[in-house]
């Protein structure tokens, strides 16, 4: 706990010369667990992060993929087969070396559906997960399969193995990133709950001490890790602070090194903590969703008319740190168009013209918003009054918790519009478009289904050349934006506070990263 | 007296059966699918649901759900949260630390609440009892949230006196802050009843003739007038323990304090039944508890309502 019983104003130099060390507030409530494989939250995957290394990451730099762990990634001619070397020399925390046979075996496990391990989505992928997921009839508990392995995941020597999919899908390389797919050691394979609480990784960080439940995590830098590049920091403890206000305050009062802006202060860090706060444009779209099912809503013409009746940069400013959404992707990834959508520019008299054409909205438009999000109403509302004055539409309003309205939507009971949003897992518009947009894609929250849009995304899965695919992929995004089941609205900005000792990395491909910070 | 407590606790299981289940029920009924709320925005396959579900007995009709969680509760089986926390451990951990912050709290309450109480009863319209009567007004006026962050802010993060939060400095360092706020927040409601049980009591014959038969005045404040004025009071005591167990649900999310009122919040946000039915039924003992000793003491205080 050096840095956090600091004395001065914001723990200025610190006392050694020797030790650099630094405390990271994470605004939820203590982990429970470290295991990448079963972890999908952000504070889980930001501590794994620390603690296990990937087989490539994004060069923060350049936006670029580099290897890791992996020496390696090779898709043959379809990109349907992937071939992923190993770099040789490397080894887990406890001292084994690291071998293609702990990806295969960890990977295996996490596919397993009798596992409920969380990351067992992204295998659906490969080939022969379903053997290990088959559909479990409601109320039933799924029963380990006799099959135990994926058919598509081979180990060919110790440091290589390939992965066979079910389709072809060039942008898989980019996937590998993703820290849900790190490995396990062999004694940890064997019992996962005994290792809940001391994982061992192959990172740049190991467990300093013993953690116990409800307990601060605190890192420290692992001589063993011979991956590069390697992280400044000697120390980190990531302290759990789950109001994000009290969090706030803690940095105040220079207890902590980085912390989160919470959005009830985005209007007054900048005061509160000059000189140490930095932003990023948030990898995120924030969207309207349009209920597929409700006739009313049919007319792609109605769509356009909602969406160029939005004042995009009043909403922006309201909502704070944001900028008007031009497109469905987020502004920084490779394939971003800023004039990628034609209905996005406010225009009252064409909404109107349109809403005309599109022979008019009947009963009042409702608006849902999440009763749990505290700024949920305000931007109902907000919508609400632009629709009303620039369409002449009756607007009301329903507050809902988020669980309800998703669970709603699903069942095709939902009356209106929602507000959502969606993030990447790894930097590719592939997946905005494909979770968004493909028939039943993962976050398709509009359940919007257009075969010709489908059909692009299959091209552009099967397209080696990642030129060509990204203009493949925003065919889609312009076949998304003339059917329109999503409107798009912003996209925010994330802001954090980082004391005077301390200089987060900040990548525009990457974000703002304190486990990667430079120290003064 | 053990035929009296004897009562008191068979008549306690009916209304634990009806106090459980009414939670459970509303658990049960709010709005929104548990799992769902647990994995936020990320979808998760349907296997991985099923066996969530499973695991927690999601899939079992409410009565059986609610029979489920109450076998665990009772044969101390307590099983793992949603997140994955030892139920068990959990209490361990969070139960000393509400007990701290409730002690301290009430500490303070009851000493600020009976020395103006009596004070201001005593000297009554004096200067003490009319900026009592402002002050519980001014108190009563402010919501707690607001008084809870702004202490924080003050004393923790500009004047550096107390931790801004958690409990890495131990007790009572860590507890001193919030304590302190509750405290005084409640003090004021404790004081006025007091003031005004007693302003009543020292116009009571009983004290007439006291003073009639020329006692001094401290036997009649100390022997005559305080225990009878006591009486709403330690009413007033027994319902307030028992109601900051709901107090601490706010307080310990502010301060971070990692008790039984951040957990119980954080069972009620993922809808976790058996959670919120365990801490409910502790918080129910508990108030049975209390008040079986509030009804014990009013037997010392006044002998004509002893139960024997």
Not at chain 1, 79 to 94: C, E, H, P, V, Y
Not at chain 2, 26 to 51: C, Q, S
Not at chain 2, 157 to 185: C, D, H, M, N, Q
């Amino acid at each position: 706990m050096l840095a956090s019983c600091g004395d001065g104003k914001s723990s200025g130099s610190g006392s050694g010369s020797g030790s650099k060390s630094e405390v990271i507030a994470i605004a939820a409530d203590p982990l429970e667990y470290i295991n990448p494989l079963n972890e999908n939250g952000s504070p889980g995957i930001q501590v794994a992060m620390a603690m296990f290394a990937p087989l490539v990451t994004t060069d923060p730099e350049t936006g670029k993929l580099q290897n890791v762990m992996a020496d390696s990634v090779t898709p043959d001619k379809t990109s349907q087969t992937w071939t992923i070397k190993l770099k040789a020399g490397n080894t887990f925390q406890n001292g084994q070396p690291l071998t293609a046979k702990d990806y295969v075996d960890s990977w295996n496990m996490t596919a397993m559906g009798s596992n409920a391990w969380k990351n067992n989505g992204f295998f659906s992928k490969v080939d022969g997960y379903d053997a290990l997921n088959p559909p479990t009839p409601d109320g039933a508990t799924p029963k380990p399969t006799a099959v135990k392995t994926l058919s598509g995941l081979k180990q060919i020597d110790d440091l290589t193995f390939s992965v066979k999919l079910k389709v072809p899908f060039s942008q898989f390389g980019l996937t590998l990133q993703y820290l849900g797919l790190a490995p396990l050691p062999e004694e940890v394979r064997k019992n996962p709950d005994a290792y809940k609480r001391k994982p061992i990784g192959n990172g740049p960080f190991k467990l300093a001490a013993d953690w116990n439940a409800g307990d601060d995590i605190k890192l420290a830098k692992w001589d063993g890790y011979k991956g590069s590049p390697v992280p400044q920091a000697d120390e980190i403890t990531y302290r759990f602070i789950p109001n994000a206000d009290t969090a706030y305050n803690e940095f105040l009062a220079g207890n902590v090194d980085f912390v989160d802006v919470p959005s009830t202060k985005v209007k007054s860090f900048k005061t509160d903590a000059p000189d140490q706060w930095v932003t990023s444009i948030s990898s995120g779209a924030n969207y309207l969703v349009i209920p597929a099912w409700d006739p009313r809503f049919k007319n792609p013409k109605l769509r356009h008319a909602i969406s160029e009746a939005i004042d995009r940069k009043a909403f922006a400013d309201l909502v704070g740190l944001s900028e008007p959404a031009k497109g469905l992707v987020a502004p920084d990834m490779a394939g971003y168009r800023d004039n990628a959508c034609k209905y996005c520019d406010f225009d009252a008299t064409k909404a109107k013209q349109l809403l005309q054409e599109a022979g008019g909205f009947s009963g009042p438009l409702n608006i849902n918003y999440n009763t749990t999000s505290a700024t949920g109403q305000i931007f109902a509302e907000a919508i609400g009054n632009m629709l009303r004055q620039n369409l002449g539409l009756q607007v009301k309003y329903t507050g809902k918790q988020g669980s309800e309205i998703t669970e709603l939507a699903d069942s095709h009971k939902l009356d209106g519009l929602r507000f959502s949003g969606w993030g990447h897992d790894y930097p590719s518009i592939e997946d905005y478009l494909t979770p968004m947009f493909k028939s039943n894609g993962d976050a398709n929250f509009a359940q919007y289904s257009n075969p010709a849009l489908d059909a692009v995304l299959a091209k552009g899965d099967a397209e080696p050349d990642p030129e060509k695919a990204i203009k493949l992929y925003q065919q889609a995004e312009d076949i998304a934006l003339e059917d329109m089941p999503l409107i798009p609205l912003y996209t925010k900005s994330n802001a954090y506070l980082h004391s005077a000792k301390i200089e987060p990395r900040v990548s525009k491909y990457v974000g703002v990263s304190a486990l990667w910070a430079t120290f003064k | 007296m053990i035929r009296f407590i004897l009562r008191r606790a068979l008549a306690a299981v009916p209304i634990g059966v009806l106090v459980t289940l009414g939670v459970f029920a509303l658990v049960f009924a709010m709005p929104g699918d548990p799992l769902r709320e647990l994995a936020g925005d990320k979808p998760i396959p349907a296997a991985v649901l099923a066996a969530k579900r499973a695991q927690y007995h999601l899939d079992d009709p409410f009565i059986v759900q609610y029979l489920l969680s109450m076998k665990d509760i009772l044969t101390g089986h307590f099983g793992t949260t949603f997140a994955g926390a030892d139920i068990a451990d959990q209490l361990r951990l969070r139960i000393p630390v509400t007990l701290k912050l409730t002690l301290l709290a009430n500490a303070v309450q009851w000493t600020l609440g009976l020395f103006f109480g009596i004070y201001a009863g005593f000297k009554r319209n004096g200067w003490v009892d009319r900026s009592l009567l402002l002050v519980t007004l001014v108190l009563l006026a402010v919501p707690g949230l607001v008084a809870y962050f702004a202490a924080q802010y003050l004393f923790g993060v500009e004047l550096k006196w107390f931790p801004v939060s958690g409990v890495l400095e131990g007790f009572p360092r860590s507890y001193v802050l919030p304590a302190l706020v509750i405290g005084v927040l409640g003090f004021a409601g404790l004081a006025r009843l007091l003031r005004t049980s007693i302003v009543e009591t020292v116009n009571a014959d009983f004290v007439k003739t006291a003073r009639a038969k020329g006692l001094g005045e401290q036997r009649v404040l100390w022997r005559h007038i305080l225990p009878n004025a006591l009486l709403p009071v330690v009413t007033f005591i027994g319902l307030d323990l028992a109601g900051m167990f709901g107090g601490a649900i706010i307080t310990e999310s502010i301060f971070n304090l990692p008790g039984l009122g951040q957990f119980m919040f954080q069972a009620i946000k993922l809808k976790e039944g058996g959670v919120v039915v365990l801490l409910s039924t502790l918080a129910f003992i508990s108030f049975i508890l209390i008040n079986l000793l509030i009804d014990l003491l009013y037997g010392v205080l006044d002998p004509r309502v002893r139960n024997v």
